[in-house]
């Protein structure tokens, strides 16, 4: 699962999603999804200037987390696994 942090980003420099939205010019509506996690894309663009604006990585913005259920068929990635 992939986790957006930008609340607990803008949490700790004390930002309102609006100051942020003021700094990138990305539109609030987008700022608020990902701050709810609730967007399912973003541009590489958006990403930039969030990471500009808060002076962080993109590790530091969005993280992977394990899924508690698998996605993929377990099976066919064995057997692509094999063939290395």
Do not use: F
């Amino acid at each position: 699962m992939i986790r957006i942090l930008l609340s607990t980003l803008l949490g700790a420099r004390r930002w309102t999603q609006r100051d942020l939205s003021r700094v990138t010019g990305i539109r609030p509506n987008t700022i608020n999804d990902l701050y709810h996690e609730m967007t399912e894309r973003v541009s590489l663009e958006e990403l930039d200037l969030i990471c500009e604006a808060l002076n962080c990585q993109l590790s530091d913005l969005i993280v992977r987390e394990a899924n508690s259920t698998p996605k993929l068929d377990q099976t066919v990635l064995k057997t692509l696994n094999k063939k290395k």
